[in-house]
């Protein structure tokens, strides 16, 4: 928490490229990048599968996101040496830590005008909880300034 503030301080703005949130958000840029986050998070999936369960999505957008993600560490991709090629892809432990995030993104979007309950034991709740203690210090911290 002491870390997050601390550093709210030293960038106080978001606006490079540096930006740890946007950096992390690009994750999800693209039509179909929440899709194939969905799809990851049953289990390994071919290239062929990827095509065949999010519709309207060319090879190339899929290449493109699939290796956007390897790059940033969120997916692995598995090359079997045989012929014809057989080529896996699957989330890393970074990538499937990504899974409640994308939880709270539904629930956030379920009912815009309402807050959503998150459940006891989950660990998106212990972030939730995080944020609110970050805004209520920040805003403390900004009392002492004035």
Same mark, same amino acid.
């Given at each position: 928490?002491?870390? &997050? /503030?601390?550093?709210?301080? $030293? ?9 740890? /949130?946007? $950096?992390?958000? +690009? ?6 990048? /929440?899709? /194939?986050?969905?799809?990851? @998070?049953?289990? $390994? #999936? ?5 095509? $065949? ?5 060319? *090879?190339?957008? &899929? ?13 692995? %991709? =598995? *090359? =079997? !040496?045989?012929? !014809? ?5 699957? &989330?890393?432990?970074?990538? %499937? ?5 994308? @939880?709270?993104?539904? %629930?956030? +979007?379920?009912? !815009?005008?309402? !807050? ?16 609110? #203690? ?8 900004? @009392?002492?300034? *004035?």
């Amino acid at each position: 928490m002491k870390e &997050l /503030i601390e550093n709210s301080k $030293k960038t106080s703005d978001c606006n490079g490229s540096t930006c740890p /949130i946007k $950096k992390a958000l +690009s994750l999800f840029e693209g039509k179909y990048s /929440i899709y /194939i986050f969905k799809e990851l @998070l049953t289990g $390994k #999936k071919r290239f062929s599968d990827f095509l $065949k369960n999010i519709p309207g999505i060319t *090879s190339k957008t &899929l290449n493109e996101r699939l290796k956007y993600m390897a790059e940033n560490g969120v997916v692995t %991709r =598995h *090359s =079997h !040496p045989v012929i !014809p090629p057989k080529v896996e892809y699957n &989330l890393t432990e970074r990538g %499937r830590s990504l899974e409640g995030v994308i @939880l709270e993104l539904k %629930r956030f +979007s379920e009912d !815009p005008g309402k !807050p959503q309950p998150v459940a006891q034991d989950s660990q998106p709740q212990s972030a939730a909880v995080e944020a609110q #203690k970050a805004r209520t210090m920040r805003e403390e911290l900004e @009392l002492e300034v *004035s």
